[in-house]
C-alpha cells in the first residue's frame, strides 16, 4: 500500500478516536486530571515529610544561644518556632510537633566558662523517621553552631567539592521526577481506554476486517490518545513550572524528551488496551503500574544509588531514563551514567517495541471479535 493510503488511515483512526473521546468526557477528564492529582499529591506528602516540625524553649536569650538556634535553622531539619515549656509541651502531647528542644538558663555563661552544657531534647518518637531526623540533625547543629562560634577551637572540618554546579532542594528535585510519572500516567491511561473502548463498543471488528496494516492501526491510535494526552501534559508542565517555580534550563529538551516519553507511554497504553479490553480494568491497572516503577525509577536521585537488585529493575525501566533526561533538561544534572543519547535510544526503542506488540496484539486479538 501506498505511504499516502497509510497516512490516511492514520489520519482516519486518531480521527475517530478524538471523536468517540469528547462524545464521553468523563474519561477524557480522567485522563488529564488523575495525572495532576498525582502530581500534587506526591508533591504535599514530600512537603509535609521534608523538615520535622520542632519548638524550641529559650531559657536564655543570648547572643549565642540566638545562634545556637540559628544553626538549627540553617540545618533544613526543622520547622522550629519558639515556645514557653508549658506550650511545648503541650504541643508535643497533642501530636503537633516531633520534639522540643530546651535551651538551659545561662546557656552563654556556660559557654563562656567553658562549662559543660547538657541540651535537653524531648522527641515524639511515634514516626521512626522524624526521630531518627532529630537523633541525627541536633548533634549536626551542635557541631556547626560550635563551629561557627568558637573556630579556633575546631580543628577537624570537612572541606566540600561539589560535583553539580549549583545546589537543587528537595521540591524541585522531586517534582520533575513525579511530572516524568504524571506524563506516563497520562499516556497510560488515555490511550488505554482508547483501545478498550474499541472493543466494548465492538469498533475492533471494523478495523480487524479493514485492509489495512495493523501497524497503521497502532499508530493511529496512538497519536489519537495524544491529543488529550498533550493537554494533561501541558498542564503538568505549567504547574510546575508557574506554581512550583521550576523552569527548564533546556527548553528544547524538555520538548524533544516530553514527545518521546508520551509516544512511549501511549504506546504502552495501546498494548494494555489491547491486552484487557476493558475500559474499568484498563485505568486501574494503568495506575498500578505507574507506582512500583515511579519508585525502583530513582525518583529521588540516581538510580545507581538503590542497590543492586533495585538498581537492576531500574535499568529495565524506561520511567528511569526520563527522569534521567528530564532532570538534565530542567536542572543540567547527569544523574545516569549512561547519557542523553542513550536515554533517547532506549525510549525510541521501547517505543517501537511497543507499537510493534500492541499492533501483534491487536491482530491476534482482533481476528477474534
Do not use: C
Request: charged residues 10%; aromatic residues 8%; proline residues 5%.
Amino acid at each position: 500500500m501506498s505511504v499516502r493510503h497509510n497516512l490516511r488511515v492514520v489520519r482516519a483512526v486518531a480521527g475517530a478516536d478524538i471523536r468517540l473521546t469528547l462524545r464521553e468526557p468523563l474519561f477524557a477528564i480522567i485522563g488529564v486530571l488523575v495525572p495532576i492529582n498525582f502530581l500534587l499529591l506526591f508533591l504535599l506528602f514530600a512537603i509535609s515529610g521534608g523538615q520535622a516540625p520542632i519548638a524550641v524553649v529559650m531559657n536564655d536569650r543570648g547572643p549565642l544561644a540566638e545562634q545556637f538556634v540559628q544553626a538549627m535553622g540553617n540545618s533544613s531539619s526543622f520547622i522550629i518556632h519558639t515556645a514557653s515549656a508549658a506550650d511545648a509541651e503541650r504541643e508535643i502531647r497533642s501530636g503537633s510537633i516531633v520534639a522540643v528542644v530546651t535551651v538551659p538558663q545561662e546557656f552563654d555563661a556556660a559557654l563562656a566558662a567553658k562549662a559543660r552544657i547538657d541540651i535537653p531534647v524531648e522527641v515524639n518518637n511515634l514516626n521512626v523517621d522524624f526521630t531518627n531526623d532529630i537523633r541525627r540533625a541536633v548533634p549536626l547543629s551542635i557541631m556547626s553552631f560550635y563551629a561557627d562560634a568558637f573556630p579556633a577551637q575546631v580543628v577537624v572540618t570537612a572541606r566540600e567539592s561539589d560535583v553539580q554546579a549549583q545546589d537543587t532542594g528537595y521540591i524541585p528535585y522531586l517534582a520533575v521526577s513525579i511530572m516524568v510519572a504524571g506524563l506516563m500516567l497520562a499516556s497510560l491511561l488515555q490511550s488505554s481506554v482508547n483501545t478498550a473502548r474499541d472493543y466494548e463498543l465492538g469498533t475492533i471488528k471494523e478495523l480487524a476486517l479493514a485492509p489495512v496494516s495493523r501497524l497503521t492501526i497502532g499508530v493511529g491510535k496512538v497519536l489519537g490518545a495524544a491529543a488529550l494526552a498533550a493537554a494533561s501534559a501541558l498542564l503538568l508542565l505549567a504547574v510546575v513550572i508557574f506554581f512550583i517555580g521550576v523552569h527548564p534550563l533546556h527548553p528544547f529538551e524538555v520538548l524533544g524528551f516530553g514527545l518521546l516519553i508520551l509516544a512511549a507511554f501511549l504506546a504502552l497504553g495501546v498494548l494494555v488496551g489491547t491486552l484487557v479490553r476493558r475500559r474499568q480494568q484498563a485505568i486501574p491497572l494503568s495506575i498500578a503500574a505507574v507506582l512500583p516503577l515511579f519508585f525502583l525509577s530513582g525518583p529521588f536521585g540516581p538510580a545507581n544509588w538503590l542497590g543492586a537488585i533495585p538498581g537492576a529493575i531500574a535499568a529495565a525501566s524506561p520511567l528511569t531514563y526520563a527522569i534521567a533526561a528530564f532532570q538534565h533538561a530542567f536542572h543540567g544534572y547527569q544523574t545516569a551514567p549512561q547519557g542523553l543519547t542513550a536515554d533517547a535510544i532506549v525510549l525510541a526503542v521501547f517505543t517501537a517495541v511497543a507499537v510493534a506488540l500492541a499492533a501483534f496484539a491487536f491482530g491476534r486479538r482482533g481476528a477474534r471479535q
